[in-house]
């Protein structure tokens, strides 16, 4: 199977991975595209969503409950965090938009233990990773440290030129210092004609698959490491999905490139 997902250019549905359709067990992904007046209505089922709202701004209605103006931005590439909404399994959901908006829905398995609730953009912590060509700029939307039966959600801004999700690592196998978690990478480009690169590989090659990540694009990690590069002129952002067995984000470095985190003598 293919680990690239081509965004679809028109339409309001731009992504929608499905643990079918990647051949995993957990987690699931929908990007949407929005125009004022859009509807977008699904029940839950047997999973947990996280909604983030990308751009833009939105009425989200879960059940009897409506929450109005959810949005904090018009770019991801704003200096400024989303704003979200965890919404447990066995829930109806309506997203209105109020004007052109974009939504990521992420999802995994769950039994309904926490109620709904809103995250803030001011609740989430951000932070930066890295150093030189190195760095990026990290937003955790929902953490480990935060309430949720199986997902993991964090954004990154990659600036152009740097590499990110680097020295590679990977979270495959269980473990106390590893953990076995899906991920998807949904890309976006600044300008968006850009591209960037992201490669996912094991220790043995079995798995070793390089792309070209265009604008909206989604990348499936089953397994194995999943750096990515930006090339010169070309800012890359990704939103991160990530829930397997256990929720923890525990992960191993490739040992060839672990290196470079030793300290300078």
């Known amino acids: 199977m293919t680990l690239l997902v081509k965004a679809q250019k028109t339409g309001r549905v731009i992504a929608d991975v499905t643990p079918a359709s990647a ?14 007046g859009d ?11 996280c909604i983030t709202v990308l751009t833009g701004q939105v009425d989200v ?13 018009a770019s991801v590439f704003e200096d400024q965090s989303p704003t979200a909404v965890y919404v447990p399994p066995g829930q109806a959901v309506r997203i209105a938009a109020r004007g052109p908006a974009e939504v990521a829905l992420s999802s995994a398995p769950a039994t309904g233990l926490l109620p709904v609730r809103v995250i803030e953009a001011a609740h989430m912590k951000r932070s930066v990773r890295g150093q030189g060509a190195n760095t990026r700029y990290v937003c955790d939307i929902l953490p480990e440290s935060d309430a949720a039966e199986g997902l993991l ?14 020295p590679p690592h990977k979270h495959d196998s269980a473990g106390a210092s590893e953990t076995v978690l899906e991920e998807t990478y949904y890309h976006q480009l600044n300008p968006a004609q850009g591209f ?7 220790d043995d090659r079995s798995l070793d698959e390089s792309m070209a990540v265009e604008h909206r694009d989604t990348v499936l990690v089953p397994r194995g490491y999943h750096p990515c590069v930006a090339p010169h002129g070309y800012d890359l952002y990704y939103l991160n999905t990530m829930a397997g067995p256990e929720r923890r984000w525990a992960f191993c470095n490739d040992p060839a490139h672990a290196w470079m985190l030793a300290p300078p003598r």
């Open 39 to 49: 509807v977008e209505a699904f029940m839950t089922g047997t999973r947990e969503f």
């Open 23 to 36: 051949g995993w067990t957990h987690v699931g992904f929908k990007a949407l595209r929005l125009a004022a």
């Open 61 to 73: 209605q879960i059940g009897a409950r409506l929450y109005r103006a959810l949005g904090s931005r």
């Open 196 to 202: 960037a690169f992201q490669r996912v590989y094991t």
């Open 153 to 166: 959600v964090v954004e990154v801004i990659t600036p152009a030129g740097h590499s990110s999700s680097y």
